[in-house]
């Protein structure tokens, strides 16, 4: 057996054999991100919430840093003022319809939360996974975006268990 097959064989077994239990994706597309570019925010509406630091997007939104994508019906925004110098975005709380870009992948989720600080992007909720043809599904996606290590979960938010990540990978075709 080729070595390239017997790993997808391994990593297709590995998704589907073991309920509930997290399970390691390859190298995110998002690896590396620089949590310290500009972060554009647009959408149908904002309401300020300055005594609580917070900000709060709703309908239409949509958040671009670097090569990330993160849109949502609503968006709050966590953010801290220094004493003498802008806001500075600490956490991103996505909410209904979420939907995460990058130039070669794409997911979508119920819940999203994108911690600046920590550089971790962690979606909750019937989350689809698509890089290429290839399609993972669970309910827990957590993005390291410093390492580009990505782990799908199945148990349900609440820690129980009974749900499954499931996923389809291709298989290139190979000379006989």
Do not use: W
């Not at 900000?55 to 220094?82: C, D, H, M």
């Not at 290429?132 to 599904?137: A, E, K, V």
């Amino acid at each position: 057996m080729k070595p390239a097959l017997a790993a997808l064989l391994l990593a297709t077994a590995a998704v589907t054999a073991h309920p509930a239990c997290a399970q390691s994706l390859a190298t995110s597309a998002l690896k590396g991100l620089d949590t310290r570019a500009p972060i554009d925010v647009d959408a149908d509406r904002i309401e300020v919430l300055d005594a609580q630091n917070q900000a709060i997007f709703s309908g239409n939104v949509r958040v671009v840093q670097g090569g990330l994508t993160l849109e949502a019906n609503r968006i709050k925004i966590v953010y801290a003022r220094p004493a003498n110098g802008d806001p500075v975005i600490r956490r991103l709380d996505a909410d209904g319809n979420v939907r995460v870009t990058t130039p070669s992948e794409r997911a979508t989720s119920r819940f999203g939360i994108y911690d600046v600080d920590r550089r971790l992007l962690t979606l909750i909720g019937d989350v689809k996974l698509t890089r290429g043809t290839t399609r993972l599904n669970g309910n827990r996606l957590t993005i390291d975006l410093a390492s580009g290590r990505s782990t799908l979960d199945g148990k349900s938010s609440s820690g129980q268990t009974g749900s499954r990540v499931s996923g389809r990978f291709a298989v290139p075709d190979r000379k006989k």
